[in-house]
């Protein structure tokens, strides 16, 4: 369980990836242009349409989520925006059980970035936002023009269980 300080998260890195590129809405995007945001974090539950597999629903996906106590992962990412350009992107995301709530149903997904009001959508933060609030909460930073992706599991699940020693 959680240690006297606190629960315990758990960062994982890649770096040398193009990182979630493409676009942070679900607008469509033309056959080959990228859409690794979109497919990461809008997603969950979609069949890929690519045949690249990687499971029928992308419920692979899901497990950073099934690790964490809460189900919240942070996202910082950096990756080559349209322009060709270096961009900081960063969006926490919840995956929860649908529950309804005074007659309403919900889906159990939750997002925090920033409302963008014509759109009625939370969109990750960009730019230099990003990047001072990924510096804050993630150990490993993006050195020179590095590219990838940075997760945070929060509240990680870190018992012998959990981890597979029990199984032993």
Not at 60 to 76: E, I, L, N, P, Q
Request: charged share 25%.
């Amino acid at each position: 369980g959680p240690s006297a300080d606190g629960p315990y998260v758990l960062e994982v890195f890649d770096r040398g990836t193009c990182g979630l590129d493409g676009p942070v809405t679900l607008r469509p995007v033309p056959d080959g242009a990228p859409c690794n945001c979109q497919d990461l974090i809008l997603k969950v539950g979609v069949p890929r349409d690519d045949g690249k597999g990687g499971g029928t629903y992308g419920f692979g996906k899901t497990a950073a989520y099934a690790f964490s106590r809460c189900g919240t992962v942070v996202y910082w990412t950096r990756c080559r925006n349209p322009q060709g350009q270096l961009e900081h992107r960063l969006i926490a995301s919840a995956f929860r059980d649908s529950y309804a709530e005074g007659g309403e149903q919900f889906t159990g997904r939750h997002w925090w970035g920033r409302w963008d009001e014509e759109q009625a959508i939370i969109l990750p933060l960009v730019g230099a936002d990003a990047e001072m609030l990924g510096a804050r909460l993630f150990r490993r930073r993006f050195d020179g023009d590095e590219t990838g992706t940075s997760l945070l599991i929060l509240d990680a699940d870190v018992s012998a269980e959990s981890l597979g020693a029990a199984l032993g």
